[in-house]
């Protein structure tokens, strides 16, 4: 069933990254992964576009996944991190723009508004998976990654073959990128809602305490590295530019765009890696919050 009109109730089902393509790569694969949600109390689908700082479909503003051929020793290298399977996926939906010009993440979000579901889409803010391949010039890059390593929060620990460093979002020119991503698809797709998916993930800021770091690191290899929180005024700012954002596009299409975010589970943790959701609600940038 569809949520009401008016009501504040919602399920949301997300569909992490390759996640919609699993079934296969054929459009009616792709919808069949849509239409077992519509027989359910699931009222929202989120679908997210990106996976490491490149793309799951045909952007002009970052780069679509696998869009290049790779190496043979980077192919090798991929099917070793990710398996044979979900690398065939990813091959998939750059295969079905190149050879038929089908847009996967286009056909999805438009069948799942077909079936009555809003349709959200979940950007991961900052999302480092395999961006070490190839030295960073790998499937998972876009231009403007590996253009600018300037840009980037060196990775804790040394840059391993597979690591990568996150986009620092204290540089202006990384926060209006993802502001571009943000627009490109807002108005390429008809999305009911944006979700700001900051799990996706710290750190979003180079330490406040370098000197703390690198120490905590080596004596708890699982203690967040994330000790920012003087981003927090530059990110309530980017936050206070999605909102405008939307409502910009959402004036010029004649629609309301939601607005909602995924945090770290507690607010101390939040402003930890430079993140403070509560100032983003006082300033009515959120619709709703996911923890």
Not at 8 to 35: H, M, Q, V
Not at 142 to 157: A, L, S
Request: net charge negative; proline share 7%; hydrophobic share 35%.
């Amino acid at each position: 069933m569809s949520r009401s009109a008016g009501s504040n109730r919602r399920l949301l089902y997300y569909y992490d990254g390759w996640g919609p393509f699993l079934r296969g790569g054929t459009p009616e694969a792709l919808k069949e992964s849509i239409d077992i949600l519509t027989d359910s109390q699931i009222t929202t689908v989120l679908l997210s576009p990106n996976i490491g700082q490149s793309v799951s479909y045909p952007s002009e503003v970052s780069q679509l996944s696998h869009w290049r051929p790779l190496s043979p020793e980077t192919e090798a290298d991929l099917k070793k991190g990710m398996g044979p399977f979900f690398t065939k996926v990813t091959h998939d939906v750059a295969d079905l723009w190149r050879k038929q010009g089908i847009d996967a993440f286009k056909l999805m979000s438009d069948h799942a508004q077909e079936r009555g579901l809003e349709v959200f889409t979940s950007i991961r803010m900052n999302d480092t998976h395999m961006l070490g391949l190839d030295d960073g010039d790998g499937p998972y890059t876009d231009p403007f990654y590996r253009d600018h390593p300037e840009w980037r929060i060196p990775p804790m620990g040394g840059a391993g073959r597979h690591s990568g460093g996150a986009l620092n979002y204290a540089i202006p020119e990384v926060r209006t990128h993802r502001l571009e991503l943000m627009e490109e698809l807002l108005r390429r797709y008809d999305f009911t809602g944006l979700e700001l998916d900051f799990v996706r993930g710290p750190p979003y800021f180079l330490s406040d305490r370098p000197d703390l770091e690198q120490d905590l690191y080596t004596r708890y290899p699982h203690f967040p590295r994330d000790l920012s929180e003087n981003g927090i005024p530059i990110m309530n700012e980017f936050v206070r530019e999605v909102r405008a954002l939307t409502r910009r596009i959402g004036r010029e299409k004649g629609t309301t765009i939601t607005v909602c975010a995924r945090v770290p589970s507690t607010l101390s943790g939040c402003r930890r890696v430079g993140l403070d959701p509560a100032a983003w609600h006082l300033d009515g940038c959120l619709d709703f919050l996911t923890v």
